[in-house]
């Protein structure tokens, strides 16, 4: 008699292996270009949750294909064509700035396939959009973020925006934060305008030190933040600097040097103060893997923009029907992340948790963690 029920859970086995699938997610990520250190650490985290996540419980089993973006915008929206068209996803990961990410939803948008952007933070990102999601802050709440902590915490009263005029996350934090700081009362002193690119900024930092205030607000990508704030010290403009997320990896670091101490920034994980026990879970298996127990933010986005698209496909009844997958996104509830708690509104919102950092000693340190 036992034989025959081993044999019957033999094919039980067989049959239900025999049935399962594989099922396809896109990653539209930078991987080289100027952003390729935001998009290598991201589909680092994606990759590893994948790993520690291969299969949906019903069985299938999920495949990540990647396309490189390069950090183009005609890149982002063609490889979206691509993933959707030939590669038949049921949905995409990407791109990690929002001036791409908004190109890959247009066309997703129109294929009902979902997005689940992991750090594309432009307010209006999802607006009219149905298929547009994020697990990172907007730039309303982090420009906020800056102001409060800024005003409030540090005393400061006066302050210069650089604003890089060619992106729509630099232009949506400087509106951002200088609405909540000249509400704190204080004063913006000038706003300065430069674009992606840019390498000389002798002019610029001239003219903060002239208008001497007391903190500068730079919401820039690290490129171009690095340079300047290198370009600053030559001066000797030792003023406090803050930034958002732009400048939350180690390349910011790494190009700054000694030029980045004491530079303040906004960030959505520290993995010294991990937010969750998956967050610890997932630090353990990185550490294994890596043998580096500190995890990048973006590598921890990445992780739960991954592990938030799995979560909806399994509360599917077709984890392929990708209308199902976007509605249960956006159903999204308190869910225990890698990098923190994540509600997702109707909207395809994120509500979560920030923190702020400082770099001390070559090293982004933590110093304290805001709630919505």
Request: proline share 3%; aromatic share 8%; hydrophobic share 40%.
């Amino acid at each position: 008699m036992r034989f025959f029920r081993t044999l019957l859970s033999l094919a039980v086995l067989m049959a239900t292996s025999a049935l399962a699938k594989e099922i396809n997610i896109g990653l539209i990520l930078p991987m080289s270009g100027t952003l390729a250190g935001y998009g290598q650490v991201a589909y680092e985290g994606a990759e590893l949750a994948n790993a520690l996540q291969p299969k949906l419980k019903n069985g299938d089993s999920v495949k990540l294909i990647l396309v490189d973006t390069k950090g183009d915008k005609v890149e982002s929206a063609n490889a979206a064509t691509r993933l959707i068209t030939s590669d038949k996803v049921v949905g995409i990961i990407g791109e990690m700035i929002s001036t791409n990410t908004a190109q890959i939803i247009s066309i997703a948008d129109k294929k009902q396939i979902p997005v689940i952007a992991p750090a594309a933070t432009n307010d209006k990102l999802t607006e009219n959009r149905v298929f547009a999601n994020r697990v990172c802050f907007s730039d309303s709440f982090q420009g906020t973020v800056v102001a409060n902590y800024a005003a409030k915490d540090l005393g400061l009263k006066t302050a210069v925006i650089v604003t890089d005029q060619a992106q729509v996350y630099s232009l949506g934090l400087s509106k951002a934060f200088t609405q909540a700081f000249v509400k704190n009362g204080g004063k913006v002193l000038k706003e300065i305008r430069i674009s992606s690119g840019d390498k000389d900024f002798k002019a610029v930092v001239a003219q903060v030190k002239a208008l001497n205030p007391d903190f500068v607000f730079l919401p820039l990508y690290h490129t171009e933040a690095s340079m300047m704030t290198r370009q600053a010290k030559q001066i000797d403009l030792n003023k406090p600097f803050f930034s958002g997320d732009g400048v939350a990896n180690q390349t910011f670091i790494d190009l700054g040097g000694e030029a980045v101490e004491g530079y303040m920034f906004t960030d959505f994980f520290d993995h010294s103060a991990p937010p969750t026990n998956k967050s610890k879970d997932f630090i353990a298996a990185y550490e294994k893997k890596t043998g580096k127990k500190e995890v990048n933010s973006f590598v921890t986005l990445g992780a739960d923009a991954y592990n938030v698209m799995v979560d909806a496909m399994n509360r599917c009844a077709n984890p392929e029907d990708s209308v199902c997958i976007n509605t249960e996104i956006r159903k999204t509830s308190n869910y225990e992340g890698v990098s923190g708690f994540i509600s997702i509104d109707d909207k395809g919102n994120a509500t979560r948790s920030a923190v702020i950092k400082e770099i001390k000693g070559g090293k982004a340190v933590y110093k304290s963690t805001v709630n919505p």
